[in-house]
């Protein structure tokens, strides 16, 4: 079963930038929402961001709107989470998941295919 690799995670500082990166290269995997979520340390996994199937509705969590965002390379078929002036409490690992359905969602069993994670740790 074909499941996203995530990567660019890193360990930065706080206020730095990331990108990570979500290969959606299924034949056709790119019809579909793609979410992005994450898990602190000893809390539970809580959404970031959303982008609907054609890119024309996207959502965050209240805690990164105006630093994270979600786009989407329909050519590449690549989603990417762009987050600036990270804090310590931006850590955690970062998943990225595709939704059977085309509407964007930051609700996560609305989401059935799910990768690995990346690890993102912000110091102060």
């Known amino acids: 079963q074909w499941r996203p690799v995530e990567s660019g995670g890193d360990q930065v500082q706080a206020g730095e930038s990331l990108t990570l990166s979500c290969p959606v290269t299924?034949?056709?995997?790119?019809?579909?929402?793609v979410g992005w979520f994450r898990q602190a340390p000893g809390k539970e996994r809580e959404a970031v961001g959303t982008?609907?199937?054609?890119?024309?509705?996207?959502a965050y969590a209240d805690s990164v709107q105006g630093r994270f965002t979600v786009s989407r390379d329909r050519v590449k078929k690549i989603v990417y989470l762009q987050m600036n002036s990270l804090k310590p409490e931006d850590t955690g690992v970062y998943y990225c998941?595709?939704?059977?359905?085309?509407?964007?969602?930051?609700?996560?069993?609305?989401?059935?295919?799910w990768g690995q994670g990346t690890r993102v740790t912000v110091s102060s």
């Open positions: 299924g034949a056709t995997l790119d019809l579909y929402a």
């Open positions: 982008i609907s199937r054609t890119g024309e509705t996207i």
């Open positions: 998941a595709v939704a059977p359905h085309p509407s964007a969602s930051l609700t996560a069993s609305d989401y059935d295919t």
